[in-house]
């Protein structure tokens, strides 16, 4: 499995990306265009192989921050065990029984490799040949192109025992195949991700909640299993500043009724005894 950014509709639109698979025992290829090389279409990706083949033993990939994480363990991963940090992908994929192995050389990956080198030239023709400008329409001219690409490369397997495990009947994609991240809940019920705050309508009594970045674009706020109703706060609160008179801290301490300050007043009325020197 890899990524192949490419200039595949030659200047007829924009750039895209070519998530290509390739079976090493068979030789049959599944791909798919995008936008970018990213988690998301990863995992899209993914879903639309394993829905077509079911879930394979292992994918054999690079070492790209999509799918190996560059973060390092917290303490408390730490404390747990943890060999080392997951990114998105591998743990969605761990989640589902699937083996991730990690290429460390483009070399190490020549199957997929050398399938882009194919595709950057058959299929770049074949798009030019059709007029194709658009994500979709290349999308479109897959579904028609792959079957038959694969009727001519394809090779019989070694062993005819497909491994490929089948989806269960009620898989939800969008479920297993998503970014989770965990967040903490504020005293006013708000959590805050990527810059936005988001304020949690039902009553939580957890700390801690998940969110859940899916497939299909949605978003979920997670607790305990449950979706909860949250509403996204466009512009964060004031915060009320509290303006003090500094005078009543400043201002010297009265004194008692019986400081002699009071009694200045009779002190001096009195007559007083002059003392001569002499």
């Excluded at 690409?149 to 297993?176: G, M």
Aim: aromatic content about 10%; proline content about 6%; some cysteine.
């Amino acid at each position: 499995m890899d990524g192949s950014d490419h200039d595949w509709l030659e200047g007829r639109g924009h750039e895209l990306v070519l998530m290509g698979y390739i079976d090493d025992a068979t030789n049959t290829v599944f791909a798919k265009f995008y936008d970018y090389e990213g988690t998301i279409p990863a995992m899209d990706s993914f879903h639309g192989y394993i829905k077509k083949y079911g879930i394979p033993q292992s994918v054999y990939l690079d070492r790209h921050t999509t799918y190996k994480s560059p973060r390092k363990l917290t303490p408390e991963e730490e404390l747990e065990g943890i060999p080392r940090a997951l990114s998105q992908f591998e743990r969605a994929l761990s989640e589902l029984g699937v083996e991730v192995i990690h290429a460390y050389s483009p070399q190490a990956k020549g199957r997929v490799e050398r399938l882009f080198g194919i595709l950057q030239d058959r299929l770049v023709k074949e798009m030019r040949l059709r007029g194709i400008k658009t994500k979709q329409e290349a999308n479109d001219f897959l579904q028609e192109y792959l079957p038959l690409f694969n009727r001519q490369f394809s090779i019989p397997a070694a062993n005819d025992t497909d491994i490929h495990v089948e989806l269960p009947k009620y898989f939800n994609a969008n479920k297993a195949l998503c970014i989770r991240t965990e967040r903490t809940v504020k005293n006013d019920h708000t959590i805050v991700l990527n810059t936005n705050m988001y304020q949690i309508e039902d009553n939580v009594t957890t700390k801690k909640v998940t969110i859940e970045e899916r497939m299909d674009g949605s978003f979920h706020i997670m607790s305990k299993g449950v979706s909860l109703k949250y509403r996204e706060i466009t512009e964060r609160p004031r915060k009320v500043q509290i303006v003090q008179d500094r005078r009543v801290h400043n201002s010297p301490p009265v004194p008692l009724k019986n400081h002699p300050w009071r009694k200045w007043d009779e002190w001096n009325s009195k007559p007083k005894k002059r003392i001569y020197p002499y």
